[in-house]
């Protein structure tokens, strides 16, 4: 191998060594054995089918929300708002659920245009809020996060409470025409993964090749300048918001319908804010989301085995994640800085 | 009698108020020389945390507010770090930091989840409690509240009539201009997002040994966000930014009186409402709307109303700073 290859390889793996160290300093702190603790999350997520199952549905709304944020991204737009968009898909699915019969091969596409609507409906009301009501579209987005959030709560205990009465599990189950069809005895479903990776596909050329990508990268570049080149800044910027909403609003969706089969009250399950660490740890760049979204599911998987086994907090898991996007962070920044000297 | 309740109202949201104002001023300081910290909800969780625990364990208050503040200032000196030395995205880290200290508080705090602990104690001004009327609203808290009050103060006079303050001011506004004339740019923008974390490292324990007290999982989940959102609505200036912060809490706690008052009204609404109004109240300062209604006001109110709604950032917010 070339000395440079070499040492590219050193940087690239550097955030990943930094974690372990700190983790385990964290672990010790925590009076845990560290390579236990790191086993368990590893044990985890590959000790049997199921628990393999499992990381695929993980990896569902990652990468949906993962593939949506990328288009966000393009346009220089920080859309912490995914976790909302997310709800509100869920929401809008719910309510076809519940409240309309059909046979399955109508309910189940229904389900899916209801999600994406309802995502589409929250990330172009952030569009609006920033484009015409100059709201950053951080605040805007996290303020939304927090409405939606308290809606879904007031409707699993208001209107769409159960006739036994309300309780933190959520609403009735859907009816079985609105359950997508599952693995063998598993939590997975294959419809789902294959609507995702489709997506990730999609935003890949939509924005390598596409005019309208083109259009947004300008966006993000250097919006006065794409403004005065003629593009419609503000109109862009929400159909961006929108398109993003799309996808997390599907990724709510099927967290409905494949995988929980009822409205809960932490639907998003913090499946927004992780894809966003997703994609900064990509480099916003489509073709490294995958791998990264395999990491991150094993990690989301194996984690909650903690708390089962060692009495350990399984937020270590997202101390994990974001630890590795910190580190990844400051060591780009670190070889950008030292390659400027040398260069 | 009536009068006992109001004056015990004001009190007691000028006192629940505090850490939102410590951790607001000490985003001010930071933002006024350029920086933006965008991990503030983080930061408030893990510094809580912290405080509290080795308050606990240590016994002793004082320890406890000054791991806080260590723990405010280490977070903001990695954003510093990274955004100055290292030019990467502010924004971006600070959100991981986010995730990140929220996460850490997690873990760490969980032996200590809803174990009592130590608390500020209630402490009368000798003398000007006595006061009538001033004396129970102001000088009836905790050494907080009253720090809190002097931060305030002190912090709006180095920023508009000191040396060093004028220093901070052009540092965030016009930083080439300022490294022209010998101002130590990036030094003094490492040294204001430390003391802006560490104050907001106070708020944190401000919250987990005064005003929330104890500790439990995301004890603070969400207060960050309204820091944050509390600087702008306050135009980057400290008066205005407490003045948002007191605002907070006074719709906070009208929602509590408000609560049982009208009990149909779902209790979700009033979850929703700090989060809401956050929006609302940024749409009123940035937005065009603004101006429109400006327009309808008699000219004469028109200065004063648009000098108390409207700010605008420091103009170098955000934007890395290379001396040539």
Known sequence: MKRSSLASLAWGLAPFVLTLITSSLILLFAGADPLEALGQILGGAFESTRKLADVIVALVPLLLCAAGMLITFAAGLWNIGVEGQMIAGALATTWVALGVKAPVYVMLPLTIIAGMAGGILWGALIGLLRSYGKVNEIFAGLGLNFCATALTNFLIFGPWKPPDGATMSGTDPFPQEAWMPIIGNTRASMIPLAIAIIAIIAVYFLLRDSYWGLKLKAIGQNAQAAQRMGINTRGNLILALAACGALAGLAGSVQTTAVYHRLIPSISGGYGYLSQLVVLLSGLRAEWVPLVVFFFSVIQVGSPRLELRMQLDSSLGGVLQSSVVLFFLLVRGLRQKLERKEG | ?324
């Open chain 2, 1 to 324: 009698m009536a009068n006992t309740l109001i004056i015990e109202t004001i009190r007691s949201v000028l006192a629940a108020s505090s850490p939102l104002v410590f951790a607001a001023l000490g985003e001010t300081l930071t933002e006024r020389a350029g920086v933006v910290n965008l991990s503030l909800d983080g930061t408030i969780l893990l510094s809580a945390m912290a405080g509290f625990v080795v308050a606990l364990l240590s016994g002793s208050l004082m320890l406890g507010f000054a791991a806080a503040m260590v723990v405010g200032a280490a977070v903001a000196l990695i954003i510093a770090y990274a955004s100055i030395a290292l030019k990467q995205n502010q924004a971006a880290v600070g959100f991981v930091l986010t995730l990140l200290c929220a996460d850490l508080s997690s873990f760490l705090g969980q032996p200590f989840v809803r174990v009592p602990g130590p608390s500020v104690p209630h402490w009368p001004i000798p003398g000007l409690a006595d006061i009538p009327l001033i004396g129970p609203i102001l000088f009836n808290g905790d050494a907080l509240v009253y720090t809190s009050y002097a931060a305030i103060i002190v912090i709006w006079w180095w920023i508009a009539k000191t040396q060093p303050g004028l220093k901070l001011r052009s540092i965030g506004e016009r930083p080439e201009a300022a490294h022209s004339r010998g101002v130590p740019v990036n030094r003094l923008r490492y040294i204001y997002t430390a003391v802006g974390g560490a104050l907001v490292g106070l708020g944190g324990a401000a919250y987990s040994l005064s005003v929330k007290l104890g500790w439990s999982h995301r004890h603070t989940a969400g207060m960050g966000w309204i820091a944050l959102a509390i600087v702008i609505f306050g135009g980057w200036s400290p008066f205005r930014v407490a003045f948002g912060a007191y605002l907070f809490g006074f719709l906070k706690s009208l929602g509590s009186i408000l609560q049982p008052v009208y009990p149909n009204v779902p209790t979700q609404i009033f979850q929703a409402a700090p989060f809401a109004l956050m929006i609302v109240a940024l749409l009123l300062v940035s937005g065009d709307f603004t101006e429109r209604v400006l327009d309808y006001l008699p000219p004469k109110l028109r200065p004063i109303i648009a000098s108390l709604l409207r700010g605008s950032p420091p103009a170098a917010l955000g934007k890395p700073f290379e001396p040539q």
